[in-house]
Nanobody
Framework: EVQLVDSGGGLVQAGGSLRLSCAAS????????IGWFRQAPGKEREGVSC????????YYADSVKGRFTISSDNAKNTVYLQMNSLSPEDTAVYYC????????????????????????WGQGAQVTVAS
């Protein structure tokens, strides 16, 4: 059984940093993608970043480019999202998702922000940025 566990959320002042972790277990797939999404109250889930297991390619939404960094530690089966220069607009519940969709994996650079391609989800981690 595939399981994703998000952790690392919290309260931080504007301009501060947080690192989220997504620990994966039960994965038997050779090729997959792990994405980070966020959902603020009253808003749709927004794709933030993604990393490919095959070649480590990374992708970012324009709203976080230059501030967020996604990385993976394959030995620990964990994907991280380092978030710097946080602003109140980054306040949301952050979810990691995993996808083995061949459609997504072939078009990762274009499709990574679309949640419909991800079949597995973590429970979410609250990130609150105070002004």
């Amino acid at each position: 059984e595939v399981q994703l566990v998000d952790s690392g959320g919290g309260l931080v002042q504007a301009g501060g940093s947080l690192r989220l972790s997504c620990a994966a277990s039960g994965f038997t797939f050779d090729d997959y993608a792990i994405g980070w999404f966020r959902q603020a109250p009253g808003k749709e889930r927004e794709g933030v970043s993604c990393i490919s297991s095959s070649d480590g390619s990374t992708y970012y939404a324009d709203s976080v480019k230059g501030r967020f960094t996604i990385s993976s530690d394959n030995a620990k089966n964990t994907v991280y999202l380092q978030m710097n220069s946080l602003s109140p607009e980054d306040t949301a519940v952050y979810y990691c998702g995993a996808s083995v969709s061949s459609v997504l994996l072939l078009g990762l650079g274009v499709l990574f922000t679309e949640s419909r391609w991800y079949g597995f989800w973590g429970q979410g981690a609250q990130v609150t940025v105070a002004s």
